[in-house]
């Protein structure tokens, strides 16, 4: 059975930094591209990054409004993706969701973890 | 990238069928074959649907059906059940290689 599940998440003052983690089970991780997708409290989904796989270099992609303030990266062997976020803002709190990307579509979602920004 | 444009809300009667909206650009949904959409009940996970504009992934109920024409994707739900009652949002491929969301409708099943 494939599984996502994030980790990480909690409260944090504005400014600071907090890592995310998505561990994956019930297929062959390093296979696939993982995608983070976040939703703001009553607002809709937001497409945050993706990392694409070692035969992709490792390539990652970001929305606008996060690039140079939040790193994807993963570990194949420990099949776990993480989401390092710096210079948070009130405006990126939000559920954040590790999706596996299979074609152009996501099939599989982790349950999301709450990031709280507040001072 | 702007979100892709959806009616906030969309209801209907138990057995009835309803649809779904879903409207970008040439740069999105009209450039490319890969329209998702998703089922989100409140506090859960996103689920998908349909992915490729019509395909259902197994297990998904043949109630669900998706289409497109020109910057337009729509989701149908046929015979609507009160399980159906959920938000709703549509996904496409951009022309900038990432995906972009829709603003997400709201079903309610009077």
């Known amino acids: 059975e494939v599984q996502l599940v994030e980790s990480g998440g909690g409260l944090v003052q504005p400014g600071g930094s907090l890592r995310l983690s998505c561990a994956a089970s019930g297929f062959t991780f390093s296979d696939y591209y993982i995608n983070w997708v976040r939703q703001a409290p009553g607002k809709g989904l937001e497409w945050v990054g993706r990392?694409?796989?070692?035969?992709?270099?490792?390539?990652?992609q970001y929305v606008a409004s996060v690039k140079g303030r939040f790193t994807i990266s993963r570990d194949d062997a420990q099949n776990s993706l993480y989401l390092q976020m710096n210079s948070l803002q009130i405006e990126d709190t939000a559920v954040y969701y590790c999706?596996?990307?299979?074609?152009?579509?996501?099939?599989?979602w982790g349950p999301g973890t709450l990031v709280t920004v507040s001072s | 990238q702007s979100a892709l444009t959806q009616p906030a809300s969309v209801s209907g009667s138990p057995g009835q069928s309803i649809t779904i909206s879903c409207t970008g650009t040439?740069?999105?949904?009209?450039?490319?074959?890969?329209v998702s959409w998703y089922q989100q009940h409140p506090g859960r996970a996103p689920k998908l649907m349909i992915y490729?504009?019509?395909y259902r992934p197994s297990g998904v109920s043949d109630r669900f059906s998706g289409s497109k024409s020109d910057n337009t994707a729509s989701l149908t739900i046929s015979g609507l059940q009160a399980e159906d009652e959920a938000d709703y949002y549509c996904?496409?491929?951009?022309?900038?290689?990432?995906?972009?969301f829709g603003t997400g409708t709201r079903v309610t099943v009077l």
């Open positions: 490729d504009v019509g």
């Open positions: 999706g596996r990307e299979n074609g152009y579509r996501f099939d599989y």
């Open positions: 996904s496409s491929h951009t022309s900038s290689a990432t995906p972009v």
């Open positions: 040439s740069s999105d949904v009209g450039g490319y074959n890969y």
């Open positions: 990392i694409k796989t070692k035969r992709n270099i490792y390539t990652t």
